[in-house]
């Protein structure tokens, strides 16, 4: 049995009806056409004659903004970002939600590239940072003292570390033998 749950999203103060069927979300073509200033006409032409596009195109009744249950030329979600990528307009509109796309194109694929030499250059910096601040502090004796007492308790801890195994692997020793006789 078919599932229908439609539901409404603004966009350039223009309200875009979508709906689902069988967990396929699609969204009527038109208001999209008319929130970007693009004319609709020339664009569901330029839709029906796209080799790939084409074939997903739908007619669904979705209800209008007047409220009236309307049949509605639909694309499938998944695929009208893409379209609308590639619809030639000078609307400002179309031409800001193009920039958009560009950013994120860029960060999809450059994104984590850029990120990671942000995150070596911050690494570098903080580093020079830690360098010219322990020159500094290296002159302060109490400063030194906390060096050698932290490094003293790193000392003691891996010691005891040590111990404890050498415990743990002689009372294992003392239980096996118990055990078999």
Known sequence: ???????????????????????????????????????????????????????????????????KLRKMICLPERYVYGWLFGIRSESPELKAYKMECYDVLYNHFHGPLTKRVEALRTITETERQIKKLASILAENPDYVELIRLRSLKGDYTKQLTRLDESLRRGQVGLFENATDE
């Open 1 to 67: 049995m078919e599932k229908r749950i439609e539901k409404f999203l603004e966009f350039e103060g223009k309200v875009l009806p979508f709906l689902s069927v069988d967990g396929i979300w699609y969204i009527a073509v038109k208001p999209i056409c008319e929130a970007l200033g693009v004319e609709y006409t020339r664009t569901f032409k330029n839709l029906k004659e796209d080799e790939f596009l084409s074939q997903l195109l739908a007619e669904q009744p979705m209800v209008a903004t007047d409220g």
